[in-house]
């Protein structure tokens, strides 16, 4: 649903660096039952800016992957952003992927039955959604 082609040959297509930010979604937070994954004003503001600054006028259930493709952030932070406010936009979240944790828990942790603490919910789910940009390099934007 929200996946970011990847530029194959990002050379040939004026592009001096290419950075893959891979994001993995997530279910919503779960404390006492509670789903947090809804936005807060400062973020509602902030989402309606990046709209604004990127010349989408759909709702955010209408955008498309031709409404994504192509656009260009001037940092790579806002290209982050985006994502992360999109996708609290749209009802689910994201984290940047973590190589190390990518299989999930040692069952041997979290199963002990001496534990001081109630496990954390684990919350990934596995889907292949990715955010990949690339610098181009006449530009200098994401």
């Not at 779960?30 to 400062?42: F, R, S």
């Not at 190589?99 to 041997?108: E, F, I, L, T, V």
Request: proline share 3%; hydrophobic share 30%.
């Amino acid at each position: 649903m929200v996946e970011f082609e990847e530029v194959e040959d990002y050379y040939e297509n004026g592009m001096e660096e290419s950075l893959e930010l891979e994001y993995e979604l997530t279910q919503p937070k779960i404390e006492d039952e509670v789903i947090e994954h809804e936005m807060n004003e400062n973020e509602l503001v902030a989402w309606k800016i990046m709209l604004n600054f990127l010349s989408i006028t759909k709702e955010p259930e209408l955008i498309n992957e031709s409404d994504r493709r192509g656009k260009e952030f001037l940092y790579m932070e806002q290209a982050e952003e985006f994502y992360t406010l999109y996708s609290k936009v749209i009802g689910f979240s994201v984290r940047k992927k973590n190589k190390k944790a990518q299989h999930g828990r040692d069952p041997k942790w979290f199963l002990l039955e001496n534990r001081k603490r109630d496990p954390r919910y684990l919350t990934r789910t596995g889907c292949q959604a990715s955010f990949k940009i690339c610098r181009n390099a006449t530009t200098g934007r994401w």
